[in-house]
Every structure is written in structure tokens, then in C-alpha cells.
């Protein structure tokens, strides 16, 4: 299973733009990228999930090279609610029901006001 | 209904009870999913269901038991817990998309377990 990388904590501040970066240096080739959110005593949430390039939902976009060893998430226009704990992961979840998907340590994003 | 509930939220037990925590949901997915919490750490796998069978054993000690009675329920049975089990209890089910990737996994809100 690739590893991942994240920074373990960030500060921002109401209305900037968050880009959270992750570092996957042994990706696979089937392996797909997924950010989850985290809120205190709440189960993850799911974001975002990308293979390559630019993938834009209503909440974030995620942006991944071309050689895919890195991957970040970006949020637009934080607000206080947006503060959370934020989850990269990196496996192959192609195929039947049931993969295997590793928790790296996460990011720590605090907004201010 | 894109629900992954949880009973119950919080529970306290001794060393020496039996308890059982309850996952369910109704989006049909076929894989469910047991992860454990501690604070401040992420989630880590314990057991995966797909079709209802056990499919991934994280090598979790058997004081915790999984149980799947059908595609809607997850169980996990409690016996001669320590205190440090004490953690969040987090369920997730996923589905994989016809066509496509993407066997996302949704959580529930979790059981606050605390053994004394």
C-alpha cells in the first residue's frame, strides 16, 4: 500500500484558500487518490477521489501531476465550519466491494477568524 | 437514504462485560467495514465484510468479534475488554460503482467506547 505524507497541521483564516499537499511516492499504477474530513467525535466524510489531472467538485478540487506522486486538495473560501482534521489515502479501489484502505496521520486545518 | 447509523453513541463498560455495538445501512452497499479510533489518531482498519463474508482480519484480538447477519447489519461483539480498547468505533459500508472505481466508504458517527 503506498504511503502517504501530510503536513500535520495548518492555519487559515476565514475566506482564503486552503491547498492541503500530499506526498505518494510509491503509488501504483491502479491506486486512486481520496480525501476524507473529520470533525471531532464524527466519522470521516468523504470529499474528493481523483486518478490524474483536475478533478473539481462543490466543495473542493483536487489536483494531481502527471507523475502522481503528490496530490492537493484545495479548499475555496474557508469558513470556521471547514475546520477538521483532513485524510489522504492512496489504494487501488477498483473491483469488488471490500478494499483495504490505510489512514495516513492526517492534516490539522484550523481557520480562524 | 445514504445513512451509516450507529448504536450505541457512547457506552461504558467493565472489564469483565459483554457488549455488542450495531452498524446499518440502507444503500445497499455490499462491504462494511469495523475501524477503531484512539484520539487524535486516523482511523485503523480492523475488519472488512464483503458479501458478508470476512474478507480482512486486521489480527485483531479476539476479545472483539465481527458479526455479519445479513447485506444491511454489522455487528461487534465485546468480551473481556481492557481499558486500553477504550477508542471511537467507526463503521463504514462502501459499493464499487458499475463501470468505474471508486468504492467509496462511507462512516457512521461512531461509538464512543470507554472500559473501566
Known amino acids: 500500500l503506498a504511503k502517504t505524507t501530510q503536513p500535520i497541521s495548518m492555519d487559515s483564516y476565514e475566506g482564503q484558500e486552503v491547498n492541503i499537499t500530499c506526498s505518494h511516492n510509491?503509488?501504483?499504477?491502479?491506486?486512486?487518490i481520496t480525501w476524507y474530513q473529520q470533525f471531532p467525535s464524527q466519522g470521516p466524510r468523504f470529499i474528493i477521489q481523483?486518478?490524474?489531472t483536475k478533478v473539481t467538485n462543490e466543495v473542493a478540487s483536487l489536483f494531481i501531476p502527471a507523475d502522481r506522486k503528490s496530490s492537493t486538495l484545495s479548499l475555496p473560501r474557508v469558513s470556521l465550519s471547514d475546520t477538521a482534521v483532513y485524510y489522504c489515502?492512496?489504494?487501488?479501489?477498483?473491483?469488488?466491494?471490500?478494499?483495504?484502505?490505510?489512514f495516513g496521520g492526517g492534516t490539522r486545518v484550523l481557520v480562524k477568524p | 437514504d445514504t445513512e451509516v447509523t450507529q448504536t450505541p453513541k457512547h457506552l461504558v463498560m467493565g472489564m469483565t462485560n459483554k457488549k455488542s455495538l450495531k452498524c446499518e445501512q440502507h444503500?445497499?452497499?455490499?462491504?462494511m467495514y469495523w475501524y477503531k479510533q484512539k484520539a487524535k489518531k486516523p482511523p485503523e482498519l480492523m475488519f472488512v465484510?464483503?458479501?458478508?463474508?470476512?474478507?480482512i482480519n486486521e489480527s485483531v484480538p479476539s476479545r472483539f468479534s465481527p458479526e455479519c447477519p445479513n447485506s444491511s447489519l454489522l455487528n461487534l461483539h465485546l468480551h473481556a475488554l481492557q481499558p486500553e480498547d477504550s477508542a471511537l468505533y467507526l463503521c463504514?459500508?462502501?459499493?464499487?460503482?458499475?463501470?468505474?472505481?471508486?468504492?467509496?466508504?462511507?462512516f457512521g458517527p461512531g461509538t464512543r467506547l470507554t472500559v473501566l
Open positions: 463504514a459500508s462502501s459499493h464499487p460503482k458499475a463501470g468505474g472505481p471508486t468504492d467509496t466508504q462511507y
Open positions: 510509491n503509488i501504483a499504477t491502479n491506486d486512486y
Open positions: 481523483g486518478y490524474k
Open positions: 489515502l492512496v489504494g487501488d479501489i477498483r473491483g469488488a466491494a471490500g478494499n483495504k484502505l490505510t
Open positions: 444503500m445497499g452497499h455490499r462491504a
Open positions: 465484510y464483503s458479501y458478508e463474508k470476512l474478507s
